[in-house]
């Protein structure tokens, strides 16, 4: 089973992980970027905005990404991965490039491995102000509402195309209402 938790940034995906991390002893939790060794300093990089070039940026989250699928989904086949992020945050961040190009990289990457269970925490506009308003921005939230908003139309979009097995969660909910809903979703 390779769960993904997605949502554009202070959607709740570290809060749910942190319940889901208690109910779930057995899993193994992992993130991106920056669930490898190499992708610890590929995550560094990309959050400090080292790179000038839009297309680098996203060709690091590709190789964190490439690195992540060998070195823990695939070695962890036979156990529960449950993710703070996935390709679908990839193909939806990446906006400068046609959706079908971008998903093409982003299958390279993974070896066409895709996640059992995706799980979106979706905001409306109103709530993610209130949220980035009380937070500190790195780089990339720094961008604004619009734009992560745009993002978020781009999760979705990107989900049904690949045809996956997925949950659209209302991310306003209580954080104990969400954790039901997810808790379901996954036992189904
Ligand atoms: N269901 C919820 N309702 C209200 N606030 C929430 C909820 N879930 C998370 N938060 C708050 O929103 C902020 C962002 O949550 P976080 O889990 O860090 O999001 P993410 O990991 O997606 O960026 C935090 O201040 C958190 O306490
Ligand atoms: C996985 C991924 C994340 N991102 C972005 C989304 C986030 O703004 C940022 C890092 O994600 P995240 O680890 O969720 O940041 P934080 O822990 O600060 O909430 O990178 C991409 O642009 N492309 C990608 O492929």
């Known amino acids: 089973m390779y769960v993904v938790i997605e949502g ?47 297309l680098a940026e996203m060709f690091l989250f590709l190789a964190d990404r490439a690195e992540h699928m060998q070195e823990v989904v695939l070695k962890n086949k036979d156990k529960i991965v449950i993710s703070d992020r996935s390709m679908i945050s990839g193909i939806a961040y990446a906006q400068n490039l046609p959706l079908q190009t971008v998903i093409d990289l982003n299958l390279i990457a993974t070896k066409s491995v895709l996640p ?45 195309k690949l045809n996956l097995n997925y949950k659209f969660i209302d991310a306003s909910l209580s954080i104990d209402e969400t954790s039901k809903d997810i808790e379901d979703f996954l036992n189904e």
């Open 116 to 160: 059992t269970h995706v799980i979106l925490l979706k905001l409306s506009k109103q709530e993610l102000e209130k949220r980035l308003s009380s937070k500190e921005h790195d780089s990339i939230e720094a961008r604004g509402v619009d734009y992560l908003m745009s993002i978020q139309n781009r999760m979705e979009e990107t989900i049904k």
């Open 8 to 54: 554009i940034d202070t959607a709740g995906k570290s809060t749910q992980l942190d319940i889901l991390a208690k109910k779930y002893s057995n899993a193994i939790f992992t993130k991106e970027p920056g669930g490898t060794q190499i992708g610890s300093k590929l995550r560094q990089m990309v959050l400090s905005a080292e790179a000038n070039s839009k």
